[in-house]
């Protein structure tokens, strides 16, 4: 049954993420900006160069990752990007260190490499979660990258078929080797 997911239900649901499955989450990015409360600053701030640390939001969603990760579940992670990066994406790749250090699985595809591997247009244009391979949370967004509304599905087909483009996308995506990377913010947790 697909029913709408009102934005304070989405908000409790990632407040509280690590109770949200009982042994893995995925999810799926495919927007080229979000537009997101409280991520004004951080962008331009990298962009220029001077990078902030995660705000305490932030670090409460990598302390929700780690509490899952900690007990054994899989939180996986596939961003489709452009080619260059927009800003927000790049800002995406630096901030990503604090997803990998709490145990998420984040991995990197072009568009371009999306569609020649079939993941593009099968995915459609939203992003979404797969919890459990049981929930699907769908997110929609508008041009801009504002999240529009939300969904929650246990609809058979697209629970049926969401599986199988997690595991293309995880298949062909590419992680960030952090360790490697000269511009890594040293204590980064």
Known sequence: ??????????????????????HSAFRLELQANYV???EDNPIPAFVAGTPQPPSDELRDWFEQIAIATRTGKRVQR?????????????WERWLGQWNTAAGEDIRYLTRRQA???GLLPAAGTDDWWLL?????????FDAAGTR??????????PIEHAPQLR?????????IDYDANPHRTPGAA
């Open 148 to 157: 529009i509304g939300n969904e929650i599905t246990d609809d058979p087909e």
């Open 1 to 22: 049954m697909r029913r709408p997911l009102t934005d304070t239900d989405f908000a409790e649901t990632i407040r509280t993420f690590a109770k949200a499955f009982t």
């Open 36 to 38: 997101e409360a409280g």
């Open 78 to 90: 596939v961003r489709v990007q452009t080619e260059p990066p927009t800003p927000y994406q790049a």
């Open 115 to 117: 569609a020649r591997i």
């Open 167 to 175: 595991d293309l996308a995880v298949r062909h995506g590419v992680p």
């Open 132 to 140: 459990d391979d049981r929930l699907l949370i769908l997110m929609h």
